[in-house]
């Protein structure tokens, strides 16, 4: 298998296609300083209603560096795509409304930020879509 690079003129006619998607396409990240620590993704489980809350702002600004990488829990990308409580969204307003102060919070200290989407697949179902869980495991309705 042959590796080519891609060069500037066909990355702009694959941006300029009909059919090209952001979320299955290379991303080439430019940055003017040396990337020295990553944030491994963690899932957390502090999100209610699978919306972020503010203190996800000083969670994730305390592990900030300039030049940091920080990939996000894992994040869902609609409501069936939930299979674990407190886990949070980024499939309505609200849920993108809450992610704004986390992300700005990590770039005003030189930080990068990577939403990390996803979905549980055969662990999603109607109960943990239409219903929240407790911290003992017992189903509310």
Known sequence: ???????QGQEEK???HPLHNPLI???????SYFLVVVLAPLTRQRSFNNVPQPHAILYYSQR????????????????T???YPFTPGIWTKE???AWKPIVDAVHAKGGIFFCQIWHVGRVSN????SQ?????????S
Not at 132 to 140: A, I, K, R, S
């Open 95 to 97: 849920q993108v409304e």
């Open 81 to 83: 795509a939930q299979g």
């Open 14 to 16: 694959e941006q300029d």
């Open 1 to 7: 298998m042959e590796l080519k690079q891609v060069t």
């Open 132 to 140: 929240h869980v407790d911290w003992f495991g017992t189903f509310e």
């Open 126 to 129: 109607q109960v943990t879509a």
């Open 25 to 31: 396409s290379a991303y080439k990240m430019e940055t």
């Open 64 to 79: 900030t560096s300039k030049g940091g990488l920080l990939i996000s829990e894992a994040t869902g990308v609609s409501d």
